[in-house]
């Protein structure tokens, strides 16, 4: 459907990591990627962009149809983040999910896009954006406090909330709701825990984070809700 090998850097955990179909894709062809492109002087950059589907078949993508909304560099290779998805305000309006990079002071920098989700509002007449003015931090920053929220899904139902799943800290990962101006506590805490490991019974959520709905821990399968 879409060739761009020749654009993508990818190994390790770069590459073409999210695709998301206009809602209105049956009447303007339009979809969007998140990818990572090489770039001299930094390790790679992200890069958000538009296509369209060709005009004479509906099973091929216009390569050369290519818009870049959004573009920020990554010193590291890791942790990107990645995820694109339309939110339940309509079609111009995208979300976007953003690793810390390697950048822990950056994640509780509400002016940096590392360790955040990101919301910006299309324009489809020439595929710039504007930041919605009801953006907590008058910027693209939705939430923030995330390691590698690296998927992520809107409810179907009931008040169509944003769950991410997010790369915990060595031994565990977390689910969480994420809303509008909330911290999620990276690098601080994670997974429920301070950074270093202890339990936050002593350093509870009254600081101002966002406790996770689900920790998994993968070594013995143990799911805390």
């Not at 990818?35 to 078949?57: C, F, L, N, P, T």
């Not at 950056?106 to 930041?131: C, E, H, M």
């Not at 790369?167 to 909330?182: F, I, K, L």
Request: proline share 6%; net charge negative; aromatic share 14%.
């Amino acid at each position: 459907f879409l060739d761009i090998q020749s654009r993508v850097d990818d190994g390790g955990e770069k590459g073409l990591l999210g695709l998301a179909f206009d809602p209105d894709y049956g009447t303007n062809g339009y979809f969007y990627v998140y990818y990572s492109a090489a770039k001299a002087g930094v390790d790679h950059e992200s890069i958000v962009a538009r296509y369209q589907v060709s005009a004479g078949d509906p099973d091929a993508a216009n390569a050369n149809s290519e818009s870049i909304l959004l573009r920020f560099d990554q010193p590291y290779s890791n942790h990107n983040g990645g995820w694109i998805g339309f939110g339940p305000e309509g079609s111009n309006t995208l979300y976007m999910s953003a690793g810390d990079n390697g950048d822990w002071v950056a994640v509780q920098d509400t002016s940096s896009l590392f360790g955040k989700v990101l919301r910006i509002r299309i324009n489809p007449a020439n595929a710039t954006y504007t930041n919605p003015p009801d953006n907590p931090f008058g910027n693209s920053v939705w939430a923030m406090g995330f390691r590698n929220p690296w998927r992520c899904s809107f409810d179907r139902g009931g008040n169509r909330e944003l769950w991410c799943g997010d790369v915990g800290q060595s031994d565990a990962e977390e689910v969480n709701v994420v809303r509008v101006g909330r911290n999620y506590g990276w690098p601080v805490v994670s997974y429920g825990r301070d950074y270093n490991g202890a339990p936050t019974a002593s350093k509870p959520w009254q600081d101002g984070f966002e406790a996770p709905q689900v920790i998994w821990v993968p070594s013995i399968g143990i799911t805390q809700v």
